[in-house]
T-cell receptor, first 112, second 108 residues
Framework: DVKVTQSSRYLVKRTGEKVFLECVQD?????MFWYRQDPGLGLRLIYF???????EKGDIPEGYSVSREKKERFSLILESASTNQTSMYLC???????????FGPGTRLTVT | RKEVEQDPGPFNVPEGATVAFNCTYS??????FFWYRQDCRKEPKLLMS???SGNEDGRFTAQLNRASQYISLLIRDSKLSDSATYLC?????????FGPGTRLSVLP
């Protein structure tokens, strides 16, 4: 059974703090993704990665960076958190060339 | 701009009803289409892929209309457990674009 885990379910940070969101998958998937989900806007892709040390910008990369040092782990970094980054963050993974994405449970981040 | 549009709903239907959702997309070159289901406060999960010829999985039927660039999901004999948000997903080359979702509430 595929499992995608995220480091925290709920997180509260202050404006200007550096924030790390961690995602780990246990199915040896090549592809990993970070989305944010906001009411009325759906899921929007922040960054994705098709291989270790590889990263590609999604639709809304501004204010975020990512790191993929190991195949199973994909980290999302908010260098200086702002209130407009308050959102639900979802990590997903999939096999290369496959289409089904498996999602983690999400991290609800609040920036005050 | 990548666009996948859905009627946000909510669709409130009685148990046993048939309900249909539509989703429109703007990329005529898209090749892959999916419906995901997301329960309240849960992560999205794949419900079914959408094939050119249309496909059925039990009470669920998905259809694709390439000429008009829309896909549909039909749910027959609705159950209380079908209450969820249904997300339309379309490939835009390197990655997938999710629609905002349509919320369904099946009422007893």
């Amino acid at each position: 059974d595929v499992k995608v885990t995220q480091s925290s379910r709920y997180l509260v940070k202050r404006t200007g703090e550096k924030v790390f969101l961690e995602c780990v998958q246990d199915m040896d998937h090549e592809n990993m993704f970070w989305y944010r989900q906001d009411p009325g806007l759906g899921l929007r892709l922040i960054y994705f990665s098709y291989d270790v040390k590889m990263k590609e910008k999604g639709d809304i990369p501004e204010g975020y960076s990512v790191s993929r040092e190991k195949k199973e782990r994909f980290s999302l970094i908010l260098e200086s958190a702002s209130t407009n980054q308050t959102s639900m963050y979802l990590c997903a993974s999939s096999y290369q060339g496959a289409y089904e994405q498996y999602f983690g449970p999400g991290t609800r981040l609040t920036v005050t | 701009r990548k666009e996948v549009e859905q009627d946000p709903g909510p669709f409130n239907v009685p148990e046993g009803a048939t309900v249909a959702f539509n989703c429109t997309y703007s990329n005529s070159a898209s090749q892959s289409f999916f419906w995901y289901r997301q329960d309240c406060r849960k992560e999205p999960k794949l419900l079914m892929s959408v094939y050119s010829s249309g496909n059925e999985d039990g009470r669920f039927t998905a259809q694709l209309n390439r000429a008009s660039q829309y896909i549909s999901l039909l749910i027959r004999d609705s159950k209380l457990s079908d209450s969820a948000t249904y997300l339309c997903v379309v490939d835009y080359g390197q990655n997938f674009v999710f629609g905002p979702g349509t919320r369904l509430s099946v009422l007893p």
